[in-house]
């Protein structure tokens, strides 16, 4: 049980975001064929990073209790996965939050004009 511990918080963390981008729309419930496209592409192109590092030598996985101990490749374990698109997913709405953001002390500021 305990294997999973960091897979679950993942999840959870995960979670959070998802309901973070829920409420103000921000990503995947804005336009979600454009953010599965971004997320799949960034956590392609981290992955090819992190195989990149295992073959020279510079990344391998660690030993832990928290971890499922699954591999999806040599030295890459399932959490990494996982990890990498919650990354690149908050990446996502962190920028167009912030985007949002400006948007709406723009408009504010707009409307104060006399």
């Given at each position: ?8 918080v ?43 590092g ?6 391998f ?23 990498l ?12 939050g ?11 500021r ?5």
């Amino acid at each position: 049980m305990i294997g999973l511990a960091y897979l679950a918080v993942q999840a959870l963390s995960f979670a959070g975001i998802l309901v973070i981008d829920h409420r103000w729309k921000l990503a995947a419930f804005r336009a979600p064929a454009a953010t599965a496209l971004a997320v799949t592409a960034s956590v392609a192109l981290l992955l090819t990073w992190d195989v990149l590092g295992v073959r020279s030598g510079v990344f391998f996985r660690g030993q832990t209790d928290f971890m499922t101990g699954l591999l999806v490749a040599p030295e890459i374990p399932l959490e990494e996965v996982v990890f990498l698109a919650f990354l690149s997913h908050l990446a996502l709405v962190c920028a167009t939050g912030v985007v949002t953001a400006v948007e709406h002390v723009s408009a504010r500021r707009e409307g104060e004009r006399p």
